[in-house]
């Protein structure tokens, strides 16, 4: 049994924190907002993002950050990920040395292009730092419902640890070593999820989300190994499998997010109607950005950002996108 703090009470840490309780280890969860303290304290259910699901009877929530940090064994750090800076340099004087910090969101830094467990390490460097990611959202999670994760960490002995520490009859864990793929196809995703949602919005069927879920995963993958991680990650769980559940999955609140767009809505109306945070409008920028460092074509991610900020007709982008130039899929491959 390990004792586990997990920063962040939405809808994924409190999924987290059924899943590691049901695992027979020792939770508490801390909370920056009152209300969601009180509510969780009392009622032992998230009745705004997570209802039906009910918490442990021994697990402990609060809004004293320390006490959720000082004791705990392993740190699950769950907070959407523009609020993932700030609150680590609240965690920073309470973290010791070597503590395992595990990243749960998904997300890059607008202004940085940092990653998760990049900002992670710069704000709190005495940690040792992992990234848990796949196709899992929390309303199935915390149901029980069966799902498949990856994570991930610079030394194989923790993401071994923390795989013993996930693994369960319904959520089983696998490793890899590849950090930077794992976070990449993480956060990316939610910016594709934008597109093919989107298109549900503009009334388009299948045939167009399995391009956008396709194209999608060839511009990741592009930027991703050119960023120095291995295409082989993109093809598993935390590249095309979180990818097709956040495109097609009614649980996204990226793909609503779109399908509002897609609808009329402005960013700003869509994200409000959605009621949580939309990483995918937070990394969009992030991805253009690192498209152009990096030098690798991403129309996909060009044409999200020109409908998100740039006042682009959702059906003028998807026009644009199907009339450009002629292209070959696979331009490695030789021809005989």
């Known amino acids: 049994m390990a004792k586990i703090g997990i920063i962040g009470a939405g809808s994924w840490g409190t999924a987290l924190s059924v899943l590691l309780s049901d695992n027979g280890h020792e939770v508490t969860i801390w ?7 009180e509510m969780l304290q009392k009622e032992r259910e998230h009745k705004t993002k997570l209802p039906g699901v009910l918490l442990d009877p021994q697990t ?5 950050l320390e006490a959720c940090i000082k004791e705990a064994d ?3 750090l769950a907070v959407p990920s523009p609020f993932t800076r700030g609150t680590a ?9 070597g503590r395992i910090i595990v990243s749960v969101a998904k997300g890059i830094e607008e202004n940085t292009l940092c990653t998760q467990v990049d900002i992670i390490s710069q704000e709190i460097p ?7 990611s796949g196709p899992s959202h929390a309303e199935e999670v915390g149901r029980r419902i069966p799902t498949t994760c990856v994570v991930s960490s610079q030394k194989r ?3 071994e640890y923390l795989q013993g520490l996930f693994m369960s009859p319904v959520f089983r864990v696998y490793t890899t070593p590849d950090l930077l793929g794992v976070e990449l196809g993480g956060s990316l995703k939610n910016v594709i999820a934008l597109a093919a949602g989107t298109a549900d919005g503009l009334g388009y069927g299948d045939n167009t989300k399995a391009a956008l879920i396709t194209r999608g995963i060839a511009e990741i993958a592009r930027l991703g190994t050119a960023m120095g991680a291995h295409a082989e990650t993109f093809y598993g769980l935390s590249g095309i499998g979180d990818l097709i559940v956040t495109c097609a999955s009614v649980h996204s609140r990226n793909r609503k997010a779109g399908y509002l ?4 809505l402005s960013m700003e109306q869509a994200m409000e109607e959605v009621k949580m945070v939309v990483e995918g409008v937070y990394s969009a920028k992030a991805a253009a950005a690192l498209s152009r460092k990096y030098d690798v074509e991403m129309p996909v991610v ?10 682009k007709s959702a059906a003028d982008a998807v026009r644009d996108l199907m009339i450009r130039d002629k292209k070959v899929e696979a331009p490695l491959l030789p021809w005989e």
Do not use: C, H, W
Not at 126 to 132: H, R
């Open 89 to 97: 340099a609240k965690m920073r004087p309470y973290v010791k040395e």
């Open 302 to 311: 060009s044409e999200v950002n020109k409908v998100l900020f740039e006042n």
């Open 31 to 37: 909370s920056i907002l009152p209300d969601e303290v």
């Open 60 to 64: 402990q929530v609060t809004d004293d």
């Open 126 to 132: 005495q940690a040792v730092t992992a990234a848990l």
């Open 261 to 264: 767009i897609g609808q009329g």
């Open 157 to 159: 002995s923790t993401a």
């Open 74 to 76: 392993v740190l699950v």
